[in-house]
């Protein structure tokens, strides 16, 4: 006979409420972003700046409660939690980046590929099978991606000068983000999500600065409001954002997901209307809601354990 499993203890604020907050808060992301290019921050650098503010914050609580945690592991632990930080940061780099260049609809929506990759990557290297419905999943959300790329070409304004770049950067940052993820489930089997999230931020920011010093990018001299943007975009979507997240998927069923995937594009889309009266074009809206309902095939196949 199986043994009954031990209830989960009740958290005092709703799961459910802990995604909206965090998809609210990540959703900002993008605003933060363009306020800060717009007072004269370079991308690499609010993408350092960014990752080093939520490292910081996250150092005191890391040395009190999970110092030995961080202090017993191994070498090469040690490597891999940097690669995964490199990947990181090439990922901010690179989304921070194309938002520069294209609408925040389409560097939200292309940047939410990730899973995609993500699953190309355990095909590949985890010898992980793909079922019929993540790969379905998979070939809707490309078409979807194609739609937007396309329908952007030509839709050159001042908040999208260059939307071909744009969209690669975004695609970009998609790609770098799955080694991040691949590697990620290696070490969370081994680490409390505070010693994880503690190295894996502080390898990312360090990274970050090292590309700052070699390409003479400036970190200081800029509109002080800068700044507060940029602590801004740690505090929320880095630190409120991603931890509501991992705190509320603990006590809800793994299809959920789906929900934070899904759910930042929309809110950064509307956002973006309400702040920086950008639209959607009936192209990027027709690739969006092929690339969000392939991604979300994908993870809930991938989630639901559909053979």
Known sequence: MHQAAAPIARPHIPPALGISIGIVAISTASIFVRFAQADGAPSLTI?????????????PLALTRCRAELVALSARELGVGLIGGAFLGAHFAMWISSLQYTSVASSVILVTLSPLFVAVGSAVFLRERLNRRTVIGMIVAILGGIVIAGGDINQISVSAPDPLLGNLLALGGAICIAPHFLIGRRLRRKMSLLAYISLVYGAAALVLLLAVAATGTPLTGFNPQSYLWVALLALLPQLVGHTSFNWSLGYLPATYATIPVLGEP??????????????VTPLTLIGGVFTLGGIAMMMVSRTSGDK
């Open 47 to 59: 993408a350092a700046l960014r990752l080093s503010f939520a490292a910081l914050a996250l150092l």
């Open 266 to 279: 929309i809110g950064s889309v509307i956002l973006a209307f309400i702040f920086l009266g950008e639209g």
